[in-house]
């Protein structure tokens, strides 16, 4: 069994194709595929179902899967602990982040961590807490920027920071000259809120729930530069972290009055996980930034 081996059959399962695979370990498909075949032969066990262009695992590839990533896991944390003891600041550093959090608060840290450590290589896994939360039990991530608190038993939180709520309205909106609006003042307003699965929108429905508010929801989207550009139009009004407001034509931010009109910003990671040298930085890096327990202001 050859390590190469292991780490083209968990690039198949995580893409479910050969030729995605393939593209994503550079290396060509037929010469992808035959080290699948070699991998099964080995095994004596088929491990995928070939569906045409797509594959799916079969159950004894599944129940293979998380052995063969723990495996390739301990090779690279092996290798991070080698280079600490060689005393290199290099290496690689994957982080996950929500999407209400990754364009709005990772590009200025980053960047400045960057310039700390130069040989770092980091990369960035933008997706819903349920995936970000698997990521990290899997491995797969090294730590993961979500809103707190969590249902998720293997990992160790860590709260960075807290930060208010604003209320976005039109410009010509009878709120969009205030200086601060309770939740009840938008109760009529068609409401534009973020689609299931992401935090923000159960952060959403949690405050309006504590203020006894029941939205009306109007209009729902992936992603607040969809909703943003709803409410310049005068669709409706929605709710936005502090690190989204920005000047925006047409859009006015004004802050949330209502107690507990506010979110926890935190950190995930594997309780087990190795941490490496540069992990350890970085975790250091955004305390360093951030004042925990306290609300950020505008």
Known sequence: MQIHQLRYFCAVARTGSFTRAAQHEHVAQPSLSQQIRKLEDELDTKLFDRLGREVRLTQLGEAFLPRAEGILRQLDESKLEIQEMAGA?????????????????????????????????????EEVTAELLNLVNRGAIDLALLALPLPATQCVCRELFRERLFVVVPQNHRLAKASRVRLAEIENDPFLLLKEGHCFRENTLAACGRARLHPNVAFESGQFATIMAMVAAGVGVSIVPEMAVEEKQGCRFVPLADEGAYRRIGIAQLKRHFRSRVHRAFLEHLQSNCEPNHLRTA
């Open 89 to 125: 600041e290099q290496g690689k550093l994957v982080i996950g982040a929500i999407p209400t959090i990754a364009p709005y608060f990772l590009p200025p840290h980053l960047t400045s961590f960057a310039r700390k450590f130069p040989r770092v290589q980091i990369s960035v896994v």
